[in-house]
């Protein structure tokens, strides 16, 4: 059976974008007992509350949900177990030296797939303060209403040439 290839997203933390300045990411392997690997196939996960810590030398994936398996038996999973993050020894100890600033945390923002493989992507973000999100969604509101304007301005230059 050949292997799947390219990548496919199973949950993504929209929120996270939203609440905080998002940092360094980093891809992260992800350790998974077999009725979870089905369920996040099945495309079933939440990243809503998770976070992710780094505990003597190793980095974990708490509070996200991957729901039990529909057709699994009782070798079902538990739906918010802690889970082992696969990272290189360099890149555990990069994060752990940007965790040491006070306002850090480590959150994951999407679960997928690689090339088969189930991956996370975690950034090392800051919290944003509520003037900071409301500059955010100044600033996508005036780059959407100049993006409206441009193509306005061209439909029209397109509408002139054509002689209508």
Do not use: C
């Amino acid at each position: 059976m050949p292997r799947e290839k390219g990548r496919s997203v199973v949950a993504q933390n929209k929120k996270a974008r939203h609440d905080y300045a998002i940092g360094d990411t980093y891809e992260a392997g992800l350790v998974l007992q077999g009725t979870e690997v089905k369920s996040l196939r099945d495309g079933r996960a939440s990243l809503a509350d998770a976070f992710a810590t780094v505990d003597d030398g190793e980095v974990w994936l708490r509070s996200a949900h991957i729901p039990e398996y529909s057709h699994g038996t009782y070798t079902n999973h538990t739906a918010r177990r802690t889970r082992k993050l696969l990272l290189n020894r360099r890149e555990i100890d990069r994060i752990e030296r940007a965790l040491q600033n006070s306002g850090t945390t480590l959150i994951p923002l999407s679960i997928y797939f690689n090339d088969g493989y189930a991956k996370v992507e975690i950034a090392v973000a800051t919290g944003k303060r509520e003037y900071d999100k409301r500059q955010t969604i100044a600033k996508r509101d005036a780059d959407r209403e100049a993006q409206r304007a441009l193509a306005q301005r061209n439909r029209g230059a397109v509408l002139n040439r054509r002689g209508r």
